[in-house]
């Protein structure tokens, strides 16, 4: 086995949504690109507003205004 195997740190279970969120993350700057993901982050963060707008919609445009930040933080850093 290769050392990076063995090195493998383990997430804690209360952290684990936010290390899955950002590897998800690091999957779709790694796929599209650093301008294309900050591009779909601005794009994310635009449509969580125009559904927090609405009361209905504030459950789901909250975790696309985060999703799309840390897109844009992931693709512009």
Do not use: D, Q, S, Y
Not at 11 to 29: C, E, Q, R, T, Y
Not at 41 to 69: K, S
Request: without cysteine.
């Amino acid at each position: 086995m290769t050392e990076e195997h063995t090195n493998k740190k383990h997430v804690p279970w209360i952290l684990w949504p936010f290390w899955a969120i950002w590897k998800l993350v690091v999957g779709i700057v790694a796929g599209t690109g650093r301008l294309v993901a900050a591009i779909l982050g601005l794009v994310f963060m635009v449509v969580g507003v125009l559904l927090t707008a609405t009361i209905i919609g504030a459950i789901v445009g909250v975790p696309f205004i985060i999703f799309g930040l840390l897109l844009m933080v992931r693709g512009l850093f």
